[in-house]
């Protein structure tokens, strides 16, 4: 292709322009007269079903990830309350051992002599 333009060139020195990065640009009318030339049909119907049934596709895939994200989402709300829940009763059975190591080492401490006639007292109210 590049060689069928630089002979068209040679033969019509105005061409097509260089742009300063080194691209050729041409008007409108060179280019219709390059299709021709080069035998370039223009297909833009298939073009534009191709992209249409893309885009489609495309927005059927990111509907469906949607779907999916919403999904993760409400596992990951629940699993956290779940978390929350298994960590709340977790401190209560921590505080409730607590009470009971306390009151244990209260009874510990009081003599034999105390705690006798401590249950003794509680035999002779009843």
Do not use: C, H
């Amino acid at each position: 292709m590049q060689n069928k333009v630089t002979y068209i060139r040679r033969n019509n020195k105005q061409f097509g322009k260089l742009n300063k990065s080194g691209v050729r640009e041409f008007p409108p009318t060179k280019i219709q007269y390059l299709k021709k030339v080069l035998n370039i049909a223009e297909k833009p119907t298939e073009l534009s079903t191709e992209f249409s049934s893309g885009v489609d596709f495309i927005k059927v895939q990111l509907e469906e990830k949607d779907k999916q994200i919403s999904k993760l989402q409400q596992a990951l709300d629940q699993q956290q309350i779940l978390t929350k829940q298994a960590q709340d009763q977790s401190q209560n059975l921590l505080l409730e051992n607590t009470q009971i190591k306390e009151k244990l080492a209260e009874v510990e401490t009081e003599s034999f002599w105390s705690r006798l006639f401590k249950r003794k007292g509680k035999y002779e109210n009843n």
